[in-house]
């Protein structure tokens, strides 16, 4: 079995900044890429920002400039910086982990960031 854990979330002012972490462990085969989604009230999940197993990053539109995506490959971890947040940026944020030769999906139970106004 393959275990993704999120921490780091938590309630942030308007401009403020958070880190999340996420640590893959378990049953691993080969990492091909990590990556961040969150989910607001009410509203579907949506794709943040992904870094592959060769290092090329990925940031959605509403995310690029203010978030930087990082890993330590040591510990399977990924790290989300995220600075000048906003409110629209409140919601769950869960970690994805796509390993193996048949892309296999893993998901944490997320982390829940608010950002007040």
């Known amino acids: 079995q393959v275990q993704v854990v999120e921490s780091g979330g938590g309630l942030v002012q308007a401009g403020g900044s958070l880190r999340l972490s996420c640590t893959a462990s378990?049953?691993?085969?080969?990492?091909?890429?990590m990556g961040w989604y969150r989910q607001a009230p009410g509203k579907q999940r949506v794709w943040v920002a992904r870094?592959?197993?060769?290092?090329?990053?990925n940031y959605a539109d509403s995310v690029q400039g203010r978030f930087t995506i990082s890993r330590d490959n040591a510990e399977n971890t990924v790290y989300l910086q995220m600075n000048s947040l906003k409110p629209e940026d409140t919601g769950v944020y869960y970690c994805?982990?796509?390993?193996?030769?048949?892309?296999?999906?893993?998901w944490g139970k997320g982390t829940l960031v608010t950002v007040s106004s």
């Open positions: 994805n982990l796509v390993d193996g030769p048949y892309n296999m999906h893993y």
């Open positions: 378990g049953s691993i085969l080969s990492i091909n890429a």
């Open positions: 870094l592959t197993s060769g290092g090329s990053t």
